[in-house]
């Protein structure tokens, strides 16, 4: 039987959820059966307005600058019916994006989180870190747009989908990831 597992990136103003605020947020549903994602089963990409202007330290990372943003809002039910069909969310960094997205939907505190970057030991297997761009040129998958919400979700689906000769038979990263407990809900996000 199969599962469904959202992938889910957000591109921020700034590195904390308590100041900074999400200008793009993009999610893939994918259908996860026989140890793999074998088919994207739904997607949602779009850019918020912030309240400030983008700092130009994001726009040099992400490419996003604030005539792409000025008058766009995201579709939080949406978002959150994408999330409610989920049976786990992956994000590489959760506790960042999770941070975030909670703050746009409380909801999204009690849903199973996992992450890719903490709960994958990529030093075990023999990567000199775990950041995403680096593990993607590792695995010789092909990225079109770093750092762009729906684009990262897509290509993490993509990495998680390899094997790796340390895991067991059959196993994949995402397979791996999936036996693991989710992470544990932040009790001081709620309130």
Known sequence: MSKHIAFIDVETTGMSSATSEVIELGIMLGEYENNRISRIA????EFQEPFFSIPSTITNITGIHD????????DLDKILSILQKADGIIAHNA???????????????E???YCSVRQIKWKEYGFE???LQQLLRSHRIDVKHAHRALDDAKNLATLLN???PLLATDATYISYLMDKNPLKKPVNLRN
């Open 129 to 131: 870190n775990g950041k």
């Open 67 to 74: 005539n792409m943003v000025r008058g766009k809002v995201l």
């Open 162 to 164: 390899f094997s790796h």
């Open 42 to 45: 739904e997607e949602y990409c």
């Open 111 to 113: 849903m199973d989180w």
């Open 95 to 109: 506790t960042f994006d999770r941070g975030f997205v909670s703050k746009l939907l409380p909801e999204t505190l």
